[in-house]
């Protein structure tokens, strides 16, 4: 399978199976596009219509390019991964999402975690509860050596000295363990101040901080208890932590709505602010919500995307470039055969941990009992919702199987995938096709920069 398209003046040819990228001329485009249904003469004769300029001997070479790049398994190449995919694969835990606190100081509109509570009850995770996740964690991570915990929420900040003593007690258990953790923390920033600072730059691998961009945006989701925006009491206090950091990482991640499809205006404010780590996710929206983002929305969201990738190639010319999560790709190397075919290990390799202990498969699913996998004393008891977990990849998703970005997404997120389908099995649509666009985005940039 090959995926064609044009973007940013380049014409593109991506061999999804083996991952080759060739930036080609608009001749060798249209050839390589028409190959594989015309053969050899069918595109010889159909070349040589559409582009009378072109000898004999020209379209000669072309066709041979080609099938020397066919013979190399860099066009057209077969698909040998999913023999691999049912191999008896025994993934092992390495990264939990506690979430410290069901409780928030903000409400925003948006909020899929129901202002902290997920649907249930709002609290607080104790420090005996966040040490036998560590334990938990150690114990389930056997042959694993790095260990991954984030810090999330409601607002993890309102724990704060729970989540100090989570990370002290991990510390003390790497030695002779041979473990070690990497935290990251999830904040709104309402609560930062030079303690969270401090700490946080001396023990969080990562810290994600929440804001949506402009004011006028950001203040018409994400608000204070009273009402009011939230914009004017945290962005100096992002400002003051991301300095802090400085080559240590960081990412500023906001969220766009069906109220918002311009999001490229407040990614660009962001960076204008001197943030160079930046993410917009769309919104996770109930079926019905005013924010929820249609089908309809998808042209303008595709040429918000383009025009970010156009923008962000402006501004790395001029000195002044930045990050965008969705657009950092590696064409070289990345994740492995196993990861590409599975996606992210939900439910296996990666779990939540509510407040209270309980294990759910990720922190979208918490509050749904059919989600409930068990808890940190027990360990899982449900297995089969784990094997339901890993069976699921892009070879049981007939949409996948046709998809020439399902080495890159992986088959997409589950949590999103039961939303919109019912069933972790299933696919969003919408979210497919968003990230189809972001990975023609990303493979363009890569070719502009190394042209």
């Known amino acids: 399978m090959i995926h064609c398209y044009k973007l940013g003046g380049h014409n593109i040819v991506l061999d999804v199976a083996s991952g080759s990228i060739h930036s080609v001329d608009e001749a060798a485009f249209d050839a390589i596009s028409m190959y594989a249904q015309e053969g050899a003469s069918g595109t010889e004769r159909r070349i040589r219509e559409m582009h009378p300029q072109l000898t004999e001997a020209d379209v000669a070479e072309l066709l041979e390019d080609i099938k020397q790049l066919k013979r190399r398994g860099k066009l057209f190449s077969p698909d040998i991964f999913e023999k691999v995919a049912d191999q008896g694969r025994k993934p092992t835990l390495k990264a939990l999402c506690l979430n410290v606190s069901h409780v928030c100081n903000m409400e925003c509109a948006y909020c899929f975690a129901g202002r902290g509570g997920y649907g249930g009850e709002t609290g607080l995770m104790s420090l005996g509860t966040g040490k036998r996740a560590i334990d938990f964690l150690i114990q389930s991570s056997v042959g694993r050596n ?44 309402l609560l930062i101040d030079d303690d969270v600072i401090s700490f946080t730059n001396r023990e969080m691998h990562n810290v994600v901080l929440s804001l949506d961009g402009r004011q006028d945006t950001n203040d018409a989701m994400r608000k204070l208890p009273d009402g009011d925006g939230s914009y004017l009491e945290v962005v100096h206090k992002l400002g003051e932590m991301v300095e802090a950091r400085r080559s240590k990482g960081y990412y500023i991640r906001g969220t766009f709505t069906r109220q918002n499809l311009e999001f490229v205006s407040d990614i660009l404010h962001m960076a204008d602010l001197g943030f160079k780590e930046l ?173």
Request: with cysteine; charged share 25%; hydrophobic share 35%.
């Open 146 to 189: 790095t260990l991954d915990v984030d810090f999330f929420g409601g607002e993890p900040l309102m724990n704060w000295d729970v989540v100090k003593g989570i990370v002290e007690y991990a510390r003390k258990a790497e030695q002779g363990s041979g473990k070690k953790f990497r935290f990251t923390l999830t904040t709104n920033g």
């Open 279 to 451: 993410s917009m996710e769309p919104v996770v929206a109930e079926s019905g919500s005013p924010y929820e983002l249609l089908m309809e929305d998808l042209p303008t969201i595709n040429k918000q995307y383009e025009a970010l990738a156009i923008e962000m190639l402006r501004r790395q010319k001029k000195g002044g470039g930045f990050t965008f999560y969705h657009y950092t790709i590696d064409l070289t190397g990345g994740p492995c055969v196993h990861k590409r075919i599975a996606g992210c290990g939900v439910g296996n390799e990666y779990m939540a941990v509510t407040p209270s202990g309980e294990l759910y498969p990720c922190h979208q699913f918490i509050g749904d009992a059919d989600f409930l996998l068990g808890d940190v004393w027990r360990g899982v008891s449900n297995r089969k919702l784990q094997d339901d977990f890993l069976g699921a990849n892009i070879y049981t998703r007939a949409e996948c199987r046709e998809c020439w970005a399902r080495m890159y997404c992986s088959g997409g997120c589950a949590a999103n995938a039961h939303r919109a389908s019912g069933a972790i099995g299933g696919v969003y649509t919408l979210g497919c096709e968003m990230f189809k666009k972001r990975v023609e985005c990303a493979i363009m940039m890569k070719v502009e920069n190394v042209k």
